[in-house]
C-alpha cells in the first residue's frame, strides 16, 4: 500500500484458502435442475455454462445479460468460494458482507516514511483505525445481495456462497426482481434491460451503476470466451449493435447527474467511469507539521511520468477514512472492487505522498485498489480492472505517460532511495495481480516484437497455468493455495532445483531469496524486459540485480517472448558502476537554502558487458517541500541525466555518464 512499512506486516494478514473442490461444486446445480450427470465420473467442463442458461430460462432474463453482469463480476470465476474484499461470492459476486467481512484481515500498518523522505517518518495509522470497524446494524444494499437471492429462489445462503451454478441462478433472480421494481416486463431484448443491469451493479449509487451498466453491455457488444478458474468453458457470443434503450439510458443519465455533488465537478476522471470526490486533507498541525500531500504545479513545475498501481490492504469504507485524516499518507484516486467506482482524493497537480520514494512521489499518480494482495480471491474484480483500465488511460493522455510497464508500476516495482529502506518497500499489489489482463484493457497488450536474435524478453506467462509455488498467505511458512500468477521464479542456474538468485539489498543478512508471497528478490514479473543474457534448451536466461537470472521458458508453453529496445551498459573501460534509486541532481544545482540531497548508490552494482533494458530518460530533479509554507518550496533542477532501467522486480537509475545505451538486437 502506502509508503515503506515493513514487509513482514503483510506476511500476517490471513488470506481465505481457495476450496479444493472448486470444480466439482460446478456440477452441484445438477440435482436443482433435472440436467444429466457427467459420464465416468468425470465433472462437465460446460456445466456452467448449461446454468446460465437455465437460469436465463427460469427467470426470463436474457442470457447474453446474465452473462454480460456476471462476467463484469466474477469474469465466470467461482474463487472456490471465497469472498470478494467487499463480501461477494461466486461467479455473480453475490454479496453476504456479515459472513465475509466477518472473516476478513485485520487493516493495519506501521511505521512508515510515507514521502519517501527520512525526514518525515513517523506512525502513520489513525487511533482507532487499527482494526476493521464494527459493521453497522444496516449494510448498505450493494454488500447484502446473497441474503435477498436466498429468500429469492429458496435456497440456502451456503449452497449460494459454494456452488457457482446456484449462486447463477440467484443472480438471476435478482435481475429479474430488478426489473420487476423498475415497473419493467421481463422480455428478450437486452436492450430493455440496461436499468436493472445498472440497479443490480450500483445498489446504493446511480454513478457506479451507469457506469456498471455501460460496461456490461460494452462486453456483450464484443462478446467473451474463456476458460474459468474451475476448468469450465463459457462463452457469450458478440452482439455488435447492440444499444441499451435511450429512455433508460436518458433516466439513468439524469439521476447520475442530480447525485453528483457540487464538489465533484472539478473531477479528473474520464467521463465513461463513475467518480466522486473525497478530499485528502492539506493541514498544518503542532510544532508545524502537516499532511497529508504537498501543493504543487504539475506539470507545468514538474512531469507526472508514472503512475503507481496499489491494493489497499483494507475494505473501502476503512481506506476512505484514511485519506481523510491529515496525519495520514495519502495516494490521487480510489477504486471500489464491488463496482469499479472511483474516489479522487488528490489532484494531479499536487503531489501525494504514496509510493515511499520521494523522487517518485513527486513524478506519479498513484493509484488503489480495494484487497488484499496475499488474498486473490479477495479478488480484484473485472469492475475494477476495467474501470480502473480506463483511469489509467485518461491520465496517460492528460500526463503523455506511455502505457508500457517502465511507466506503469507496481508498488512492488518502486525502488528504494537508500540500501537502508530497501527491506522496507512494500510489495503490492503482488504476483496475483492479472498484468496481462490490465494491458489488454489498456489497449496494449504484451506480445513478441522481435525474433531470436532482438536482444530482450518480455515476460509473459498464461495467468491461469503459472502457478509457481507462494508460502506465507496465512502464515509464514505455510503453501498458498495454488493460483494463476503474472510472476515467474528466477534461478542460478538452469534447474528447478538450482537456487533462487540472491537480492542482496532485500536480505542484508546475507540470507538466500525465497517463495514468500511478499519476496520480491527472484521473481519478474509480466510486462517487465530485460536483456537476454542466454539460453538453454526449456530455460532462458535475463540480466537481473547484477547477476545473470533463469527462468524455465518451454517452447510448448512459454512464459516470455522475444522483444527489442535499448539497453544501459557500463561504458568501455568500467569495471562496474552502481545504481540508484533516485534521480537527484549534482550538488552544485541546490541554491543556498535548500540542502543538498546525497545520492547514495544502492547495495548493487553492474559488470561490464552486463545489459540492462532502459525504461526513459531523466534529468536530475529535486522537489524541496519541508514546510505547510508554499513560499519555501523549491524545485532543483540540475544537468546529471540518468535512465531508467529493469533492474530487477524494482526499477533503478544509472547515470548517463557511466553508461552506453545502444539498441538490443543482437
Known amino acids: 500500500m502506502r509508503g515503506s512499512a515493513p514487509e513482514d506486516q503483510r506476511t500476517h494478514r490471513p488470506a481465505l484458502r481457495r476450496s479444493t473442490t472448486a470444480v466439482a461444486a460446478a456440477v452441484l446445480l ?67 458482507a456479515r459472513t465475509a467481512l466477518a472473516r476478513a484481515p485485520e487493516f493495519s500498518e506501521g511505521d512508515e516514511d510515507a514521502r519517501g523522505d527520512a525526514s518525515r517518518a513517523r506512525k502513520r495509522v489513525p487511533e482507532g483505525l487499527a482494526q476493521q470497524p464494527a459493521l453497522p446494524a ?23 456462497r459454494t456452488d ?70 463459457v462463452s457469450l457470443p458478440a452482439a455488435p449493435g447492440l444499444v441499451p434503450d435511450a429512455g433508460q439510458q436518458k433516466r439513468l443519465g439524469a439521476a447520475t447527474r442530480a447525485s453528483a455533488s457540487s464538489g465533484d465537478r472539478g473531477l479528473e476522471c474520464p467521463w465513461n467511469v463513475a467518480c466522486e470526490s473525497v478530499p485528502a486533507p492539506y493541514e498544518e498541525f503542532g510544532d508545524h507539521d502537516y499532511g497529508n500531500h504537498d501543493k504543487a504545479d504539475r506539470p507545468r513545475d514538474q512531469k507526472v511520468d508514472t503512475i503507481v498501481i ?99 508500476l507496481g508498488h512492488d516495482n518502486v525502488p528504494g532511495t537508500t540500501a537502508s529502506t530497501i527491506p522496507g518497500m512494500h510489495t503490492d499489489p503482488g504476483p496475483y495481480w492479472d498484468w496481462a489482463h490490465y494491458f489488454e484493457l489498456l489497449g496494449k497488450p504484451f506480445h513478441a516484437t522481435a525474433g531470436k536474435h532482438g536482444g530482450l524478453v518480455t515476460i509473459l506467462p498464461d495467468y491461469d497455468r503459472n502457478r509457481p509455488r507462494y508460502t506465507g498467505c496465512e502464515r509464514p511458512g505455510d503453501a498458498c493455495a495454488p493460483h ?123 559488470a561490464a558487458g552486463q545489459r540492462y533494458a532502459v525504461g526513459g530518460r531523466v534529468t536530475g530533479e529535486y522537489f524541496y517541500a519541508p514546510t505547510f509554507d508554499l513560499s519555501k518550496h523549491t524545485i532543483v533542477r540540475g544537468e546529471d541525466v540518468y535512465y531508467e532501467i529493469q533492474l530487477g522486480h524494482r526499477v533503478g537509475y544509472v547515470r548517463a555518464a557511466d553508461v552506453d545505451v545502444r539498441r538490443s538486437a543482437s
Do not use: C
Not at 144 to 157: D, E, I, K, S, V
Open 484 to 606: 494463476g500468477s503474472a510472476a515467474v521464479r528466477l534461478h542460478t542456474a538452469p534447474s528447478e532445483s538450482a537456487p533462487l538468485v540472491k537480492d542482496v539489498g532485500l536480505h542484508q543478512d546475507g540470507s538466500d531469496s525465497t517463495d514468500g508471497v511478499n519476496d520480491t528478490g527472484a521473481r519478474a514479473t509480466t510486462g517487465q524486459r530485460f536483456a537476454l543474457a542466454g539460453r538453454d534448451g526449456d530455460w532462458t536466461a535475463i540480466w537481473y540485480l547484477g547477476q545473470v537470472a533463469w527462468f524455465r521458458n518451454p517452447h510448448g508453453a512459454p512464459t516470455a517472448v522475444n522483444a527489442k529496445g535499448l539497453v544501459a551498459t557500463p561504458k568501455s573501460g568500467r569495471e562496474e558502476i552502481p545504481v540508484y534509486g533516485r534521480a537527484y541532481p549534482e550538488k552544485a544545482a541546490y541554491p543556498a537554502g535548500v540542502p543538498y540531497q546525497s545520492v547514495s548508490p544502492l547495495p548493487y552494482t553492474i
Open 164 to 233: 457457482p451454478a446456484a449462486n447463477v441462478l440467484g443472480g438471476a433472480a435478482l435481475l429479474a426482481a430488478e426489473q420487476r421494481g423498475l415497473g419493467l416486463s421481463a422480455e428478450d431484448d437486452p436492450a430493455r434491460w440496461y436499468a436493472a443491469v445498472a440497479r443490480y451493479g450500483g445498489q446504493d449509487d446511480p454513478r457506479g451503476g451507469k457506469a456498471f451498466a455501460d460496461e456490461v453491455f460494452s462486453v456483450i457488444r464484443q462478446g467473451q470466451a474463456r476458460t474459468t478458474d474451475a476448468g469450465q468453458r
Open 30 to 96: 445438477l440435482p436443482l435442475t433435472g440436467a444429466p450427470s457427467a459420464s465416468a465420473g468425470q465433472p462437465r467442463t460446460d456445466a456452467l455454462q448449461r446454468a446460465f442458461t437455465q437460469a436465463a430460462a427460469r427467470f426470463h432474463v436474457p442470457r447474453s445479460v446474465l452473462l454480460g453482469v456476471s462476467y463484469m463480476e466474477s469474469r465466470w470465476d467461482g474463487h472456490g468460494g471465497a469472498p470478494s474484499v467487499s463480501g461477494g461470492y461466486g461467479p455473480m459476486h453475490l454479496t453476504d
Open 138 to 160: 444496516e449494510l448498505p444494499a450493494r454488500l447484502r445481495t446473497l441474503p435477498a437471492a436466498a429468500r429469492l429462489t429458496g435456497l440456502p445462503a451456503e449452497r449460494l
Open 310 to 408: 496499489h491494493d489497499t490492504e483494507g475494505s473501502w469504507d476503512v481506506t476512505l477514512k484514511l485519506i481523510k485524516d491529515p496525519k495520514y499518507v495519502s495516494w490521487n484516486y480510489t477504486v471500489r472492487s464491488s463496482d469499479g467506482l472511483i474516489a479522487q482524493h488528490v489532484p494531479g497537480k499536487d503531489v501525494a505522498w504514496h509510493a515511499g520514494n520521494w523522487y517518485v512521489n513527486s513524478h506519479s499518480i498513484g493509484i488503489e485498489h480495494e484487497g488484499f494482495l496475499a488474498a486473490p480471491d479477495a479478488w480484484y474484480t473485472e469492475a475494477m480492472y476495467r474501470s480502473s483500465a480506463r483511469l489509467v488511460k485518461y491520465l496517460s493522455r492528460k500526463y503523455d505517460v506511455p502505457l508500457n510497464r517502465q511507466h506503469i
